[in-house]
């Protein structure tokens, strides 16, 4: 199995994004609606044409656009596993499945095949069920094994989870699992999930209006997400700005943020450079005054809103400075009671300096 | 209290009288009909020679004209459905023409393409083959009527279906030739009976056409509509026994083959 290289640009589209996927590696793809995730899966699997794209798998070239060249989608090799399961209706579950297997066995292969992949996936006992009869976690589930039949080396998964309920998903999800880290095959997922990509995924790559804001190993970009989308998807606080010294970041608006030395950047790093600060709303305290004393991190926000988050009530601020989301804090009920908070009222929130972690923003390096 | 369950969003009640003249109007012709037939000699009429030749002559090129418009027609269907482009949007209206468009004027156009001075007809001519006035006319002028009635029957179904399933087919390593005849067409079927059922039935009712560009040569060209205008004259009870003969023949197939579907396609568009 291959490793996927992929560099698209889509002026049309606002796309322009370049990643590569090892073999057997599985690279979740995040991103608001709209960002081009789809498109990007699209240009993949040579369903929509490119400005400029190269795609290339091992050392087999499917898309050059300067070399003119565009392997036609049934020679790519490429599954495709999309949030409609999308079974030919007129076919029987084993049907569908040796429809796949087609490609590269004759007709008892193909059936032999359809059967250990049914098998694979749970779904032996379904063979004979037409696809109308399914529940939608089976059809799913129907739906992988008879794109694995055609043998792919590259699997695009667009929210193949996301019209299930939760017992399907479930079920879905674990056979996906199974099926990923099997095989070495390169594997892409489109997502809203953060389970599935704690589940699946080996590396996160965060899409902004078409670029690519974040790329890393999954624990690195939820621990410290470095683009807004990444910081609301793994549910921490970003603030943006400048590195101006070693553990001090210059946000936009002025405001001055000092991280924790361990979990900042180098000290070698140059002052200057575009930098986050991640905190977790656990770590935020509320004040109505501006607390003195120890090394901290002070601003002053007006609450767009008050919600409850488990056992704690999440504290919203207003959008910051530069457009990003609003800093979250989790401060317990009988805290909101104290301090009487209401929608509208300006408080500080306040951050030990040790709780913020400073990182450079421009990829994870 | 009044029982619960009648919808409330029913017609307005003056909705039914024209609703149920409308019915009206359609079934009552058919019933005087039945009532005018001399039902003694009913058996004697619809065998005499001509009228099975006429009969026939019908079938077989109703049925041929009608594989010419699933030849023609379903390509052009999803031609048509498929692509947004300029040559499709200037194609779509010429295509519906002949739908409004009077068969006699149908005819004579065809005269001119195929006729012994028209277009092609001028070539065929010198080739040796003569096509208008033949039976070959009379299938090529039932096709240019009915063509439409599947070709706008299939594009609905087609446009409905959209082409992921296609897409996907096309990810599992099916070429577009495998994915047409193992996805396209079959996923189309209900479209396909419906479209070929209609075409079917039109090219067995056609007459303006025919006449025009094929004659009404006994055995040849005359088909039943022919035979019946013919007979209206001479043998009044005979046009009328034949005109049963082709409503049943329309309506055994329309309804046994195609009844539910037409009743979907319209509903669908």
């Known amino acids: 199995m291959a490793e996927l290289q992929v560099s698209a640009t889509l002026a049309e589209r606002g796309l322009d994004v370049h990643f590569t996927i090892a073999a057997g590696e599985v690279l979740a793809v995040l991103g608001a609606n709209g960002a081009g995730k789809s498109t990007t899966l699209a240009v993949i699997a040579g369903l929509v044409g490119a400005d400029r794209a190269v795609v290339r798998v091992g050392n087999r070239t499917l898309t050059d656009t300067a070399a003119r060249v565009c392997v036609p989608t049934y020679d790519r090799r490429i599954g495709v596993l999309l949030q409609n399961p999308l079974l030919f209706p007129h076919m029987s579950v084993i049907g569908n499945v040796m429809f796949g297997a087609r490609r590269h066995a004759d007709r008892s292969g193909a059936r032999l095949c359809a059967q250990r992949l049914l098998a694979e996936v749970g779904a032996a006992d379904l063979a004979d069920r037409k696809p109308a009869e399914l529940s939608g976690g089976e059809a799913q589930r129907v739906a992988l094994a008879r794109a694995l039949a055609a043998e792919p080396e590259v699997l695009l998964l667009d929210e193949p989870l996301a019209g299930l309920d939760v017992a399907g998903a479930a079920s879905v999800r674990a056979v996906l699992r199974r099926v990923l880290t099997a095989d070495s095959r390169a594997g892409l997922l489109i997502t809203h999930d953060l389970i599935d990509v704690l589940t699946l995924a080996d590396r996160v790559l965060v899409l902004e209006a078409g670029q690519v804001a974040e790329y890393g190993p999954v624990t690195d970009v939820l621990a410290a997400p470095r683009s807004a989308f990444g910081a609301r998807f793994a549910g921490v606080n970003l603030v943006r700005g400048v590195l101006t010294e070693p553990g001090v970041l210059c946000a936009a608006d002025a405001s001055v943020w000092h991280g924790n030395p361990l979990v900042t950047v180098a000290a070698d790093v140059k002052s200057g450079r575009p930098g986050v600060a991640v905190f977790a709303p656990a770590g935020v305290a509320v004040y109505r005054e501006q607390p003195h004393g120890s090394p901290r991190n002070s601003v002053r926000v007006r609450i767009a809103g008050l919600e409850i988050n488990g056992a704690a009530v999440r504290v919203r601020a207003e959008e910051q400075a530069d457009g990003s989301a609003g800093l979250a804090a989790d401060v317990t009920p009988d805290a909101v009671a104290d301090l009487g908070l209401q929608v509208g009222e300006q408080v500080w929130f306040t951050i030990k300096s040790q709780a913020v972690g400073l990182h450079l923003a421009d990829g994870h390096t | ?269």
């Open chain 2, 1 to 269: 209290m009044r029982p619960i369950g009648a919808p409330s969003g029913s017609l307005p009640r003056w909705a039914y009288l024209p609703a149920m003249a409308g019915a009206v109007f359609f079934v009552l012709p058919l019933v005087a009909m039945a009532f005018k037939v001399d039902w003694s000699r009913f058996g004697s009429l619809i065998t005499s020679p001509a009228s099975r030749a006429a009969l026939l002559l019908s079938l077989r090129t109703a049925t041929v004209s009608t594989l010419l418009c699933l030849i023609l027609g379903v390509p052009l269907a999803l031609v048509l459905a498929r692509h947004r482009g300029t040559l499709v949007r200037i194609l779509r209206p010429l295509i519906l023409l002949p739908l409004v468009l009077p068969p006699v004027v149908g005819g004579i156009a065809l005269l001119y393409v195929f006729g012994r001075l028209g277009l092609l007809g001028h070539y065929l001519e010198a080739a040796g083959i003569r096509i208008a006035f033949t039976t070959a006319a009379v299938v090529l002028a039932q096709t240019f009527v009915s063509l439409p009635f599947l070709v706008i029957a299939l594009e609905g179904a087609a446009r409905t279906a959209g082409s992921d399933y296609d897409m996907v087919a096309s990810t599992l390593g099916a070429p577009p030739t495998t994915v047409w005849w193992r996805v396209t067409l079959p996923l189309l079927a209900p479209g396909l009976i419906s479209g070929a059922v209609l075409a079917f039935a039109r090219a067995l009712g056609e007459f303006g056409a025919t006449l025009t560009f094929a004659g009404s040569r006994q055995g040849v060209t005359r088909t039943l509509p022919l035979e019946i205008y013919l007979q209206r004259e001479g043998d009044p009870e005979a046009a009328v026994a034949l005109s049963i003969l082709l409503i049943v023949i329309a309506a055994v197939v329309v309804i046994g083959l195609g009844g539910r579907r037409i009743a979907g396609w319209s509903a669908g568009g």
